[in-house]
Structure formats: structure tokens, C-alpha cells
């Protein structure tokens, strides 16, 4: 070989190399911005992206038996979900929360404690999450962060059994990266 050849090689490979490295790096980089943050671990970048159209927080006070109409049994009907009293209207992901769909057991209903264990269980889908440890809370604090970005606020449950569910509101600008 010769030292021309060689010369161009210790030159060239590094400089490769680190374009790669910088292609890689900034495509991870975009990756991430549409990927949620790392404490909600089923949250992967396949998730859509945070909503800039939604409309202005409703405050219609619903009871937690009127929330069961809304549960996606009948089409002609939204679809609500209550995290913490809030409840949202989750009717443009209906391939998700409607009837015999993934989620559904959240719908019509306020399951603060299943989302915040990460469970798909029935048992744990109801309202009062008080028995939950530090670090759920703070899973259910960013599902609430999570759907307060995506969808619309249509009003909040009346008869909520955490009496103090009013302080979740700061929570949701708590977690300004998700
Ligand atoms: C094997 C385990 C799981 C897998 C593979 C999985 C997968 C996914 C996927 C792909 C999405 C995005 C859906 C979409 O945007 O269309 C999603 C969203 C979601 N997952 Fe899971 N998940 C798993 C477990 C769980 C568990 C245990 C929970 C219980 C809390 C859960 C709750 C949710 C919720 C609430 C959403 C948000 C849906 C939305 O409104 O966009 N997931 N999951
Ligand atoms: C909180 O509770 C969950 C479920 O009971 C448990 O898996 C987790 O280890 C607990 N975390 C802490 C910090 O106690």
C-alpha cells in the first residue's frame, strides 16, 4: 500500500466513524422527543404525540355512577376516562378504550389506582388510590400529566373518594417534559 493510501485511511476512518456516531446520536436524539419520559414504562415512542388543538378544560361535575354510561359500550356515545377525578374524553382513541379494546377496563370509569400500579386488573381499577406507595403515585401523576397533553378535559367526578383530588391539577405542569 502505498503511505498515500495509508495516510488516507487513518484519516478517513475516525472521521467516518464519528459521522456515524453523529448521525446516530441525533437520531436518537429525535427519536427521544417523541418518546415519554422513562418512569412510564409502558409509554414507548409508538405513542402519539401531545395534542396542540385541544379545547379548554370543561369543569361538568360528573357522579362515578353517571361516568359508567361513558364506557364505550354504546358507539353512539363518547368514551371518558377519570384519573384522579379528572376525566377525559378518550373517544378519539376508541381502538383503545372501546368495548372488548386493550384498555377499556380504564373506561367509563376513575381506575386512579390500576394505572397507577401498572395494572390492567379489574380489582385495581377503581378510584381510591390512597394505599398507593411514593413511586406509583408518581406513574399515576404522569398518566394524569400524560392525558391531560392528549385529550379533552370534559369535567371532573363529584363524589370522588379522595376528598383532596383538587391538588392533582399542579401535578399535571409538574411533568412538563412528557
Ligand atoms: C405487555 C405489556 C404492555 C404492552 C406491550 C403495552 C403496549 C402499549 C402500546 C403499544 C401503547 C400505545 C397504544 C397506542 O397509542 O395506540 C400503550 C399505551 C398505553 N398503555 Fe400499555 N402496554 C402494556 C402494558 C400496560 C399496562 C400493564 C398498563 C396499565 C396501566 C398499560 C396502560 C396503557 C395506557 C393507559 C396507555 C395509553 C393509551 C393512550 O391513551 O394513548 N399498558 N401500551
Ligand atoms: C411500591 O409498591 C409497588 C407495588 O406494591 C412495589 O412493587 C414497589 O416496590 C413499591 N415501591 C416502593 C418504593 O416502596
Same mark, same amino acid.
Given at each position: 500500500?502505498?503511505?498515500? @493510501?495509508?495516510?488516507?485511511?487513518?484519516?478517513? &476512518?475516525? $472521521?467516518?466513524?464519528? $459521522?456515524?456516531? =453523529? =448521525? #446516530?446520536?441525533?437520531?436518537?436524539?429525535?427519536?427521544? &422527543?417523541?418518546?415519554?419520559?422513562?418512569?412510564?414504562? %409502558?409509554?414507548?415512542?409508538?405513542?402519539?404525540? %401531545?395534542?396542540?388543538?385541544?379545547?379548554?378544560?370543561?369543569?361538568?361535575?360528573?357522579?362515578?355512577?353517571?361516568?359508567? +354510561?361513558?364506557?364505550?359500550?354504546?358507539?353512539?356515545?363518547?368514551?371518558?376516562?377519570?384519573?384522579?377525578?379528572?376525566?377525559?374524553?378518550?373517544?378519539?382513541?376508541?381502538?383503545? =378504550?372501546? $368495548?372488548? #379494546?386493550?384498555?377499556?377496563?380504564?373506561? *367509563?370509569?376513575? *381506575?386512579?389506582? *390500576? &394505572? *397507577?400500579?401498572?395494572?390492567?386488573?379489574?380489582?385495581?381499577?377503581?378510584?381510591? =388510590? #390512597?394505599?398507593? !406507595?411514593?413511586?406509583?403515585?408518581?406513574?399515576?401523576?404522569?398518566?394524569?400529566?400524560?392525558?391531560?397533553?392528549?385529550? !379533552?378535559? @370534559?369535567?371532573?367526578?363529584?363524589?370522588?373518594?379522595?376528598?383532596?383530588?383538587? +391538588? +392533582?391539577?399542579?401535578?399535571?405542569?409538574?411533568? %412538563?417534559? &412528557?
Amino acid at each position: 500500500m502505498s503511505s498515500f @493510501v495509508k495516510y488516507a485511511l487513518v484519516l478517513l &476512518l475516525p $472521521a467516518a466513524y464519528l $459521522a456515524r456516531r =453523529y =448521525y #446516530r446520536s441525533s437520531a436518537l436524539q429525535t427519536t427521544a &422527543l417523541i418518546t415519554a419520559p422513562v418512569d412510564e414504562k %409502558p409509554v414507548k415512542s409508538i405513542m402519539q404525540a %401531545p395534542r396542540e388543538d385541544l379545547a379548554p378544560p370543561k369543569d361538568d361535575p360528573f357522579t362515578l355512577a353517571q361516568l359508567k +354510561e361513558f364506557d364505550g359500550s354504546d358507539p353512539s356515545k363518547p368514551i371518558y376516562v377519570s384519573i384522579k377525578g379528572t376525566v377525559f374524553d378518550v373517544t378519539p382513541k376508541a381502538d383503545v =378504550y372501546g $368495548a372488548g #379494546r386493550s384498555y377499556n377496563i380504564f373506561a *367509563g370509569k376513575d *381506575g386512579s389506582k *390500576g &394505572l *397507577g400500579m401498572s395494572s390492567l386488573k379489574e380489582e385495581h381499577a377503581v378510584p381510591d =388510590y #390512597r394505599e398507593l !406507595n411514593e413511586s406509583d403515585r408518581k406513574v399515576l401523576d404522569d398518566w394524569h400529566a400524560f392525558f391531560t397533553k392528549r385529550y !379533552n378535559i @370534559v369535567g371532573r367526578v363529584s363524589d370522588h373518594p379522595v376528598s383532596d383530588v383538587k +391538588e +392533582e391539577d399542579t401535578s399535571a405542569n409538574a411533568s %412538563p417534559n &412528557l
